[in-house]
């Protein structure tokens, strides 16, 4: 690989990335979330254009019970779990759609992996999408760059 300070996303970005489609439901999402190991899904449309990111955090909030939920059956960490457990059986079968962050910040692959390594760091993401014409061509991760940085790559 050429020197590490001229290093564009596309020489480290990884290409086989999770992906849904748009009209998914909340349980495919996290069947898939589940096979991959990943943190973040990356969504597209039916003719594979990038439509914008599903994090698992994103989904694990959507069940969390609130306060007054907690309180109403008995305030204990037991029941807590108990409603999260019931409200994430409950949203199953529900778009993702509502819960993807849409028009997330990306990086094109022709962009330096400086900038890359600002944004992953500065917005503490471990996960960014790599677009170009609008369709995902890939992902690029603070362990791609690692990779680079250190010469594994």
Avoid: Y
Avoid at 2 to 24: C, F, G, L, P, S
Avoid at 42 to 63: H, P, T, W, Y
Avoid at 76 to 94: C, Q, R, Y
């Amino acid at each position: 690989m050429e020197n590490v300070q001229e290093v564009k996303v596309r020489e480290i970005m990884t290409v086989r990335t999770a992906k849904i489609r748009h009209e998914a439901s909340l349980h495919q999402a996290a069947e898939l979330l589940a096979l991959t190991r990943v943190s973040d899904l990356m969504v597209v449309d039916g003719e594979d254009n990038f439509f914008g990111v599903l994090s698992e955090g994103d989904i694990l909030r959507s069940a969390l019970p609130d306060v007054d939920e907690i309180l109403a059956e008995g305030g204990s960490l037991e029941t807590a779990f108990d409603i999260f457990v019931k409200k994430g059986k409950n949203l199953s079968e529900l778009p993702i759609t509502p819960l993807v962050i849409r028009e997330p910040i990306s990086v094109d692959p022709e962009d330096h992996v400086a900038k890359a390594t600002t944004v992953l760091l500065e917005k503490q993401i471990h996960l960014l999408p790599v677009v170009k014409d609008g369709k995902l061509v890939g992902t690029v991760s603070r362990a791609d760059v690692c990779g680079a940085v250190v010469g594994t790559i």
